[in-house]
């Protein structure tokens, strides 16, 4: 699965947009982007994943750039209940659903 | 979304025991659940896939004797830590998906487990 490459950390405004970057150069054409977050001491939770198309759900959107090699998720109204780590991950729809986390970002929403 | 439950949450034990911790999908049939460990401050690393019916595949590094894994079921997949120490203080974190081929894994609450 190829890598990604997130800021460690990134502060955003309570209200405002929260534009957490990624970078993924080395994904090839079959590789998903996935985005999971984690607040402290809890399991990691589900918030959108894509291939190629912009994606929106009711938690945030995924824009992936043409070229495929970055994306950034974006979660339109940050709260303070947004505070967590952000993990972006690449991964193969054939490869047996394991995903690598990486060292994701750690978004602190301040009021 | 679909849940993912594990149990139990919190584990004290003592050195030279054994812990099993449970991870169950709550509302679909997983054939495939994958565990992880957390130490503070860092990011998740995967242990193992575990198979319905068939032995689990370890990652390197992990010591599959240590780290007991058994999938009985659809829904229930197990990990014993065996001989606890207290370098196996950590939080273990399970996860399952639908099966098919890009949807999305759920991941349990967590069990944070620590050896005195």
């Known amino acids: 699965d190829a890598k990604t490459t997130q800021p460690p950390s990134m502060d955003c405004a309570e209200g405002r947009a929260a534009n957490l970057p990624c970078n993924h150069s080395?994904?090839?054409?079959?590789?998903?982007v996935y985005w999971y977050r984690q607040i402290h001491s809890q399991g990691p939770q589900y918030i959108i994943h894509?291939?190629?198309n912009n994606e929106t759900n009711e938690m945030a959107s995924l824009i992936i750039t043409e070229d495929r090699k970055s994306s950034t998720l974006i979660l339109p109204h940050a709260t303070l209940r947004d505070t967590a780590v952000y993990y972006c991950?690449?991964?193969?729809?054939?490869?047996?659903?394991?995903?690598?986390f990486g060292q994701g970002t750690e978004l602190s929403v301040k009021p | 979304g679909a849940v993912v439950s594990q149990h139990p949450s919190r584990v004290i034990c003592k050195s030279g025991t054994s812990v099993k911790i449970e991870c169950r999908s709550l509302?679909?049939?997983?054939?495939?659940m994958f565990w992880y460990r957390q130490f503070p401050k860092q990011s998740l690393m995967l242990m193992a896939t575990?198979?319905?019916?068939?032995?689990?595949?370890?990652e390197q590094g992990v010591e599959k004797d240590k780290f007991l894994i058994n999938h009985a079921s659809l829904t229930l997949s197990t990990l014993t830590v065996t001989s606890a120490h207290p370098e196996d203080s950590s939080f273990y974190i399970c996860?399952?998906?639908?099966?098919?081929?890009?949807?999305?894994?759920?991941f349990g609450q967590g069990t944070r487990l620590t050896v005195v």
């Open positions: 996860s399952a998906r639908d099966p098919g081929s890009n949807s999305e894994a759920f």
């Open positions: 080395t994904i090839s054409g079959n590789e998903y």
């Open positions: 894509g291939l190629k």
């Open positions: 991950i690449v991964r193969s729809g054939n490869q047996g659903g394991k995903l690598i």
């Open positions: 509302d679909f049939q997983a054939t495939t």
């Open positions: 575990s198979n319905e019916g068939s032995k689990a595949t370890y």
